[in-house]
């Protein structure tokens, strides 16, 4: 995707083959900067303190942070040790998990010397992968904005409002719940995007709103709160998020607020869809509210806020009272019978077991 009109992805391999480079997202809008990841730690703190973070991007990084780790030591002990640091850096999006079982199963059985070249190899594959996953997503999802316009007869944009940032920036290319809005831009439907600000970290008024205004799409950052107002004022004809992680039977797990959007869509008969990849699926488990761990994340990220001074400094106010404690919980679950639809690479899904198992049959359970 375009910044300042070139095109990016937001991981790849540096010139030496090793390094690998990643958009430091915790400098956004502000500043746009790129960072090295030289170790297996440098890819821990990337995927811990956020430097990238959406569950397809956090899978990939992943990925490159066992080829990484295995450059520095390929033995059986060395691998173990880095699925297991880099297992514990996020608990809530499986593509996390589902990328270090990808680079296990590769890994498993081949000689120490030739580990890190294979564990390179795969590691860009699963780049590679996932931006044609989400490009085929775009492409699905492309399809209900465009029924959405022809039923106000071509003649108003699109008004669609989403959450948290689901985009280029969450995962390697494309995005998820962007990914229908680009395409659908790209063919010359007029849409116009309600980005929820996204408290506590701002992820929707700070990198969703800033990548939407690189690739030129009409959009408006409103308050976390305001969306069920736009809803009853008939403002808003479609909801798209992505999720973290979606279980067996179509419950979805995203960025805390996702819920109450979902209640709110419900209410006012506005279609809700969830866009995500194949690998954002969790088959182990069916009941999201009970069974999928929630992170909970420091405090600051609620008593603080981060911004740029009227002197150009990007700097970190205080928010509430001095000793005031503060929950951060960063992700709820939105029961499958709330969501509309899921958009997948394979087409839309209902958001059902039964649904899920239609599109992924090699996952149905007989």
């Known amino acids: 995707m375009n910044v300042n009109g070139t095109a990016y992805r937001t991981i790849w391999l540096g010139t030496d083959g090793e390094t690998v480079k990643i958009i430091d997202q915790t400098h956004l809008p502000h500043k746009f900067l790129v960072v090295s990841l030289r170790d297996l730690t440098d890819a821990c703190s990337a995927i811990r303190d956020m430097w990238v973070r959406g569950a397809p991007l956090i899978g990939a990084t992943a990925a490159y942070g066992v080829a990484l780790a295995m450059r520095e030591n390929p033995s059986d002990q060395g691998f173990q040790y880095a699925y297991s640091k880099l297992l514990e850096t996020r608990p809530t999006a499986i593509n996390l998990r589902w990328a270090l079982d990808e680079m296990e199963s590769c890994l498993r059985g081949l000689e120490p010397n030739k580990r890190s070249e294979v564990a390179y190899a795969r590691a860009a594959e699963i780049a590679n992968e996932d931006v044609k996953i989400c490009s085929a997503l775009g492409d699905h999802g492309k399809k209900v904005i465009e029924n959405a316009w022809k039923e106000k007869g071509k003649r108003e944009p699109v008004n669609i409002l989403t959450h948290c940032n689901a985009g280029w920036l969450a995962t390697v290319d494309w995005g998820t719940a962007l990914a229908p809005i680009y395409k659908a831009h790209g063919a010359g439907i007029p849409v116009h995007i309600w980005v929820d600000e996204t408290r506590p970290r701002n992820q929707g008024a700070s990198l969703t709103a800033w990548e939407l205004g690189q690739h030129g799409v009409s959009h408006t950052v409103i308050v976390d709160n305001a969306g069920g107002h736009l809803m009853q004022h008939g403002k808003v004809d479609l909801c798209i998020t992505g999720t973290d992680r979606t279980t067996a039977s179509g419950d979805v797990c995203n960025k805390i607020g996702t819920y109450l959007k979902a209640l709110a869509a419900k209410d006012n008969d506005i279609p809700f869809y969830v866009a995500l990849p194949g690998p954002t699926i969790d088959w182990s488990i069916s ?31 205080q928010l509430t009272p001095d000793g005031t404690n503060a929950a951060n919980y960063a992700f709820d679950v939105t029961p499958a019978n709330l969501v509309t639809g899921l958009i ?13 198992a239609e599109l992924y049959p090699e996952h149905a359970k007989s």
Do not use: F, H, Q
Request: charged letters at 30%; glycine letters at 14%; hydrophobic letters at 35%.
């Open 287 to 317: 009941d999201g509210v009970k069974e999928i761990p929630i992170e909970l994340r420091d405090s600051k990220e609620i008593t603080d806020i981060t911004g740029l001074s009227s002197e150009g400094n990007i700097i970190a106010v």
């Open 344 to 356: 997948t690479e394979r087409g839309i899904a209902k958001a059902s077991a039964g649904g899920l």
